[in-house]
């Protein structure tokens, strides 16, 4: 079980329940790339921000009851994230990833101004549309 270096529990869940699951709900590959994306870049990556007073909060694990997202979106399974990094492009990230900085990353979403990431059980990346 990985214990993220630069992120706490309510970065990743959508509210104070999930506080003690967190850790088990979330797949490790990601709560990795989460700091490898924060080291690699040296500067803040925003998650959700609902514990601050922020209108971000699914941006993590969702609950499976949520209608944000697809029916059986990775979010859902603890596979994935939507973030920002502070004064870097989503589409900068994205090459990076495409040029393999965060090799855990096997899918992200195109043409948006975030960038989705995710560890679905895939043999190469993945772009797909949102």
């Known amino acids: 079980m990985y214990k993220p270096k630069y992120f706490k529990w309510y970065e ?3 509210s104070k ?3 003690p ?3 088990i709900l979330m797949d490790d590959r990601i709560l990795i790339t989460a700091d490898e994306i924060r080291e690699y870049y040296g500067v803040p990556v925003t998650i959700n921000n609902w514990y601050w007073g922020g209108n971000l909060k699914n941006r993590g694990f969702r609950e499976m009851n949520t209608t944000i997202g ?3 979106s990775q979010h859902k399974f603890g596979r994935a994230f939507d973030f920002d990094v502070k004064n ?3 589409e900068q990230v994205r090459n990076d990833i ?3 900085k965060f090799p855990l990353i096997t899918c992200i979403e195109k043409g948006v101004n975030w960038v989705h990431a995710d ?3 895939v043999k190469r990346l993945l772009e ?3």
């Open 119 to 121: 560890v679905r059980n």
């Open 88 to 90: 870097v492009p989503a």
């Open 70 to 72: 697809a029916k059986f």
């Open 12 to 14: 990743f869940m959508p």
């Open 128 to 130: 797909v549309n949102p």
């Open 98 to 100: 495409r040029k393999g």
């Open 21 to 23: 699951y967190w850790l």
């Open 17 to 19: 329940e999930y506080e």
